[in-house]
């Protein structure tokens, strides 16, 4: 049975910053399908692995990410699929990519995608989050890859002390290892008008609690709210920032 829905549009926002490192090893885009209106892909990927080696490990996951989407065929194809596909192929290329250099690279990856029939999906691996926000309420977070989450998982910290932990950077799973990522794929089966989706990288998310985040991404348009969350994290990092990358999409009515 095919869905009536209202006319909307997507309104979109991405932000980088180097923050206090020499390098910058982010990674971000916001991607519209060549031929499928309504159909956009949001993409984040915080590279590690030497002076450039994380930059090249998140630019395969965006340029894997590209390839696979302009190829995609919403009518046809799976969701779901696409993104453990661009998991995977984006995976082998970053361990490609290290037999050819002495860097180790690796890379988170947090990815949505939005069809045109507002159903959204989404996969992640490492500690890059995505967050849907429903007004200034979330509604929904992706759960990181970390030996901190395991700590609250299993009931041994609070949310609020995983936040200053000495070993928040120590990841469980991300892209380039030996070993397959482990991997979260998700589904929401109809935005409405108003929700607003992140992907971020830690270096933003860390410095924010969900209610500050809701509450601006509520009240200023993408690209200001884009702006306004990096000023701040800059701000409160006091000169010790990793880098830090974000993209945004809100579902709007048609005016």
């Known amino acids: 049975m095919t869905r009536i829905l209202p006319g909307f549009r997507l309104a979109a926002a991405t932000g980088t910053h180097r923050g206090d490192r020499t390098y910058q090893q982010d990674q971000v885009g916001v991607i519209s399908h060549p031929r499928y209106s309504g159909c956009v892909l949001a993409v984040v990927a915080d590279g590690m692995g030497g002076k450039s080696g994380g930059r090249k490990a998140a630019d395969q996951v965006l340029l894997t990410a590209q390839q696979l989407f302009e190829r995609f065929v919403p009518e046809e194809e799976s969701a779901?699929?696409?993104?453990?596909?661009?998991?995977?192929?984006?995976?082998?290329?970053?361990?490609?990519?290290?037999?050819?250099?002495?860097?180790?690279?690796?890379?988170?990856?947090?990815?949505?995608l939005i069809n045109s029939d507002r159903r959204c999906y989404w996969v992640h691996s490492g500690d890059s989050r995505i967050y849907l926000f429903r007004g200034a309420e979330m509604v929904k977070r992706t759960l990181d890859h970390s030996y901190v989450q395991r700590l609250v998982d299993e009931g041994e910290i609070s949310e609020l002390e995983a936040q200053s932990h000495p070993q928040s950077n120590l990841l469980t799973a991300c892209l380039g290892t030996v070993a397959e990522p482990a991997t979260q794929l998700s589904r929401i089966d109809s935005l409405e008008i108003g929700d607003t989706l992140m992907c971020c990288t830690d270096g933003l998310w860390h410095y924010f609690s969900q209610t500050e985040l809701g509450n601006t991404l509520k009240q200023l348009p993408p690209r200001e709210a884009a702006e306004a969350l990096i000023a701040k994290a800059r701000q409160r990092a006091r000169g010790t920032g990793d880098n830090l990358s974000l993209a945004i999409i809100r579902v709007e009515a048609l005016i």
């Open 80 to 112: 779901e699929d696409l993104l453990q596909q661009l998991v995977s192929e984006a995976h082998l290329m970053i361990k490609l990519t290290a037999l050819s250099a002495e860097e180790e690279p690796h890379s988170t990856v947090a990815a949505f």
